[in-house]
């Protein structure tokens, strides 16, 4: 039997840390950066960690 592929754009987007919670990074730190305030560009940039609800889908996704 083939081997499972997983899906390609969420792999690009998500990972798996060592406690096995999935982190992702923060919309709008991509463009028209100038309005925002540099505090709020500053939470933008570290990763946050996926809902509980969505891990098994994104973990299915992932096929973890």
Request: net charge positive.
């Amino acid at each position: 039997m083939p081997k499972q592929k997983s899906n390609s754009g969420a792999s690009k987007r998500f990972k798996l840390t060592a406690s096995g919670k999935i982190r992702r990074k923060h919309a709008f730190h991509n463009h028209i950066l100038t309005k925002k305030s540099k505090q709020r560009k500053k939470r933008l940039k570290k990763y946050a960690i996926v809902f509980e609800g969505d891990e098994p889908r994104i973990k299915a996704m992932l096929n973890k």
